[in-house]
Structures are given as structure tokens and as C-alpha cells.
């Protein structure tokens, strides 16, 4: 953790330059919140989760977590710490159940067993047979399954790239209010591009808004 005055920052980016997109002289994400960015499109929201996430680095300037520089950290290994669901996320062939595991699959953790997998779907409100398969879901019940994937990644830090963009505003608020209530109890930390100012207003305890560069 980064101490600042008193207070505990995760991320902190410094004189961040990422092609013509993103210009962050100083950026401070704090530990234990629910962080929203906001912006209009094409401003750089998902870029920037992309840089936090390891998945790009910048053209200049630096990204600390906690105490380290981002380029000091092997991006793997980040990635299992601070894990990134885009906007759009991949299903992969197979049933409900292998796609639920194939996170911790790919972070060489140990499965899950059903009644793990079952909670999680819960925590979404997916109500579906884990034999089913996943290719069959409509867009919303992959994304819910997708955001169950992450969940059972338990990592410090989610980053959700409008998470329930195709859901309707009913479930959004479900979902988005079971899954804030599972990473306050865990003390996780949650940061989530938006576009639901509703969302925003009445889950975020952090805001970040960006703007579109003027070039
Ligand atoms: N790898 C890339 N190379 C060049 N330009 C890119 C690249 N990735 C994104 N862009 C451009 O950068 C700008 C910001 O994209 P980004 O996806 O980060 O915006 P956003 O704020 O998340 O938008 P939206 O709300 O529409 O999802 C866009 O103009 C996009 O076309």
C-alpha cells in the first residue's frame, strides 16, 4: 500500500502517456473502495483498465501498485492479483461448468466443486444447470457467467469493463449490489468502467471521470 497524508492508495499513476489516447499527469485509485470511471465514449476507459491490468504498458511515465512499479512486476503474476473482465467477454466452448473453472484453470488453481460454482452463479442471479451448455446462454447470461468466472478468481482487485451492459436496469441493480456486498466482505477492491450514472451514484465511493482528448 501506498501511505499518502494518512491514506492507503493501490494504484498510483504518474505523468501516464498512452499513444494519443491517454494523458494522466496524476492518478491515486485507493485500496478497499468501489472505484467508477466515468466518461463519454472513446475517452480511454478501457484503455486505462488495460494498463492496470498489465495488458498494455505505457508509451511514458509510471503505474505503481502498492509499493511496486508495474514494470518491475512480471504481468502474469499481476494478472492473478488484479484480474480484468472486458467488455466483451469470451465464452469458451463447453458447458456452464468448465467455463465457470476456466479461470482458475488458467491461473493453475484447483477447480471448484459444483456447490462452489452454484453460489457464484448465485451472487450473479444465473439459475442454469452446470451441464448446460454455455454456447446456448443469451448475451446477459454470458456475461453474468463471465463475471461468476472472476469472482471465483477471488483476486485483490476486480476491473469490470461495463460488467452488465446487457442486462436490464432491474437485474444491473442485482447483480451489481450482490457482487459489491461479496468484495466488501472479502475486503477486495473493485473498479468498474460505467455508464449507469444511477450505478455510479448509489455504488461508487470513488469516481474517476475522463475525458476525450482534444487533439
Ligand atoms: N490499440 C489501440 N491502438 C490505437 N487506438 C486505439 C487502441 N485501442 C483503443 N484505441 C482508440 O483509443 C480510444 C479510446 O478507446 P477506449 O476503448 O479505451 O475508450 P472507452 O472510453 O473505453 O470507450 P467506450 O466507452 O466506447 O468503450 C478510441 O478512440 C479507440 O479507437
Known amino acids: 500500500?501506498?501511505?499518502?497524508?494518512?491514506?492507503?492508495?493501490?494504484?498510483?499513476?504518474?505523468?501516464?502517456?498512452?499513444?494519443?489516447?491517454l494523458h494522466i499527469d496524476k492518478m491515486e485509485i485507493p485500496a478497499n473502495q468501489i472505484t467508477c470511471i466515468v466518461g463519454e465514449s472513446g475517452a480511454g476507459k478501457s484503455t486505462l483498465l488495460k494498463l492496470l491490468n498489465s495488458m498494455l504498458s505505457a508509451d511514458s511515465g509510471s503505474i505503481y501498485y502498492q509499493d511496486k512499479n508495474l514494470e518491475d512486476v512480471d504481468p502474469v503474476h499481476h494478472r492473478r492479483r488484479v484480474v480484468m473482465l472486458a467488455q466483451q467477454p469470451t465464452i469458451f466452448e463447453g458447458t456452464i461448468r468448465e467455463n465457470l473453472n476456466?479461470?482458475?484453470?488458467?491461473?493453475?488453481?484447483?477447480?471448484?466443486?459444483?456447490?462452489?460454482?452454484?453460489?457464484?452463479?448465485?451472487?450473479?442471479?444465473?439459475?442454469k444447470n452446470l451441464d448446460e451448455d454455455a454456447g446456448t446462454l443469451s448475451g446477459g447470461e454470458k456475461q453474468r457467467l463471465a463475471l461468476a468466472r472472476v469472482y471465483l478468481m477471488?483476486?485483490?482487485?476486480?476491473?469490470?469493463?461495463?460488467?452488465t451492459a446487457a442486462l436490464d436496469e432491474e437485474t444491473e441493480e442485482v447483480v451489481i449490489g450482490n457482487f459489491i456486498k461479496k468484495v466488501k466482505e472479502k475486503d477486495q477492491s473493485l473498479i468498474m468502467i460505467t455508464h449507469s450514472q444511477k450505478i455510479a451514484t448509489k455504488y461508487g465511493d470513488y469516481m474517476i471521470t475522463l475525458e476525450k482528448r482534444v487533439v
Do not use: T
Open 1 to 21: 500500500m501506498i501511505e499518502k497524508q494518512g491514506r492507503a492508495y493501490m494504484f498510483l499513476l504518474e505523468n501516464i502517456l498512452y499513444k494519443n489516447i
Open 102 to 127: 476456466i479461470g482458475l484453470v488458467f491461473s493453475e488453481k484447483k477447480p471448484k466443486e459444483d456447490h462452489e460454482l452454484i453460489k457464484a452463479m448465485a451472487v450473479v442471479h444465473l439459475n
Open 154 to 163: 477471488e483476486p485483490e482487485v476486480y476491473l469490470l469493463d461495463e460488467p
